[in-house]
């Protein structure tokens, strides 16, 4: 659908709660004339180098988006982005202002609500572990808001003594530093605060098995995650502050809607949260019961589709390889090339460069600025037909062209500038190529050579 609007949505995490989000994103899109473009990353920030970062952010903007959701790559570069006119909506808590960006408010709050509640748990005393964040410096959502928000509300009561252990958010990661720090405790703990469900979680269990966790240690997370509202329906959690993935999956879209069609966005759009407890477990559980119900069938179609995709692109790549490696005539290939990356990658325009080492610099092969060589090459094709003879004006007046294609009779001299760079020149035009000379010397053949030197001696 050519007249929608293109929405880039970067790749989210695979918890709960985001892919909550996700599906919301996409079942909005559905009612609106837009079309979700994913885009991918295949690294690690902290292993990217700063030309590469500076590489998938020109590779974002080739995709000609209307707006983007999410966002994957430092700050600096997030305004080079903005300023190029295409607008963010982030996921995560960010710094970022421009008229062009807005971000997600509320973590900090919700943690505040929950710092609350403990402390009222503890009358005001007791030892209190939070568990998460601070620690991947390639996020933009560290932690920081939620971590200062319980810090907050715990350093007005003097009797309750904070830790914190940084971790990372994947629970499989976080574990063995958890593990490892909780050894250090010597005493019971009254209340693990986790700045997610599955950190809350996992650190209750690491404490049981240290003997640091009783059944009254309050035990509290942020999201509401199916497991932790589980667990505080059982009794084996206290609280989660539950946010809500659909109605802020929902509200991205609306606002990258709003933003392509050039409208004024916000500093800042909230999250709702609510306070999950034994209390109105029941009611949010049902709720939430409601929400999940497509989940499942949305997983396996969005499965198939990517799978479809990238499907469809890997075999792409094999057709290229294959033109790369065939003896076809080489603008052909570039050409044919071209049109299979546009196809099947979605470009509306695509060019090829070849890498000169000795220059350290890239080299534009396909489409060639040299006007007619692109009819040369489909005259020629992979032959070794003399390309003089097929165009007017090439042949030296008095001189036919079979006089001038072997390096025996000097009747012409024809010095190109980097011919030899596109597309095998001198390897597709056999004998036509002995009187042509190229300004890249290394490109010079022997026969040219040997051609240029008769030539300046008559």
């Not at 319980?150 to 063995?176: K, M, S, V």
């Not at 809350?200 to 932790?228: E, F, M, Q, W, Y």
């Not at 949260?273 to 559980?285: G, V």
């Not at 290939?333 to 299979?340: A, C, G, M, P």
């Amino acid at each position: 659908m050519s007249h929608d609007l293109r929405i880039g949505l970067c790749p989210l995490p695979t918890d709960s709660f985001w892919l909550q989000v996700e599906e919301a994103i996409h079942r909005k899109a559905q009612l609106l004339p837009i079309e979700i473009v994913p885009v991918y990353r295949e690294d690690s920030l902290g292993t990217c180098s700063r030309e590469k970062l500076v590489f998938r952010t020109e590779e974002l903007l080739a995709l000609e988006l209307d707006a983007l959701i999410g966002w994957l790559w430092p700050q600096d570069l997030a305004y080079e982005v903005l300023e190029s006119g295409l607008p963010i909506v982030h996921l995560s808590e960010t710094s970022i202002r421009h008229p062009l960006s807005v971000s997600p408010r509320g973590l900090r709050d919700a943690a505040r609500m929950l710092a609350t509640f403990v402390a009222d748990q503890l009358t005001g005393q007791g030892t209190v572990l939070g568990v998460g964040g601070l620690i991947q410096e390639d996020l933009h959502d560290d932690g920081t808001s939620r971590l200062d928000g319980i810090r907050e509300i715990l350093a007005r009561y003097p009797q309750i003594a904070f830790h914190h252990i940084p971790t990372p958010w994947r629970c499989d990661e976080a574990g063995q530093q958890v593990h490892a720090a909780m050894q250090q405790f010597d005493k019971h703990l009254e209340a693990i605060c986790g700045l997610s469900d599955p950190l809350a979680l996992a650190a209750r269990d690491i404490g049981r098995s240290l003997n640091l966790v009783g059944k009254h240690t309050v035990i509290v997370g942020i999201n509401g995650d199916p497991p932790a509202l589980a667990a505080v329906a059982k009794g084996d959690m206290t609280a989660t502050m539950a946010l809500f993935p659909q109605e802020f999956g929902s509200r991205a879209v609306e606002l990258a809607y709003q933003a392509a069609l050039e409208r004024p966005l916000p500093d800042l759009y909230e999250h709702r949260f609510q306070l999950a407890t034994a209390h109105n477990i029941n009611d949010i559980m049902a709720d939430r019961l409601v929400a999940l119900s497509s989940l499942p069938r949305w997983l396996v179609e969005a499965s198939q589709q990517q799978q479809q995709q990238r499907l469809n692109q890997l075999e792409a790549c094999l057709d290229i390889i294959c033109r790369i490696q065939s003896r076809l005539d080489s603008h052909r290939q570039l050409r044919e090339i071209v049109e299979l990356m546009c196809g099947e990658y979605g470009y509306d325009r695509a060019k090829i460069y070849r890498w000169v080492e000795q220059e350290q610099r890239l080299f534009l092969i396909y489409p060639s600025s040299l006007g007619a060589l692109d009819v040369w090459y489909d005259l020629v094709g992979s032959s070794s037909k003399d390309i003089r003879a097929q165009i007017p004006g090439l042949v030296r007046p008095g001189h036919s062209a079979s006089e001038q294609t072997g390096a025996t009779d000097p009747g012409s001299l024809i010095i190109a500038d980097g011919l030899g760079w596109i597309g095998e020149w001198y390897d597709v035009t056999g004998l036509s190529s002995n009187s042509v000379v190229d300004q890249v010397a290394s490109w010079a053949t022997i026969e040219s050579t040997h051609y240029q030197t008769l030539f300046m001696n008559e």
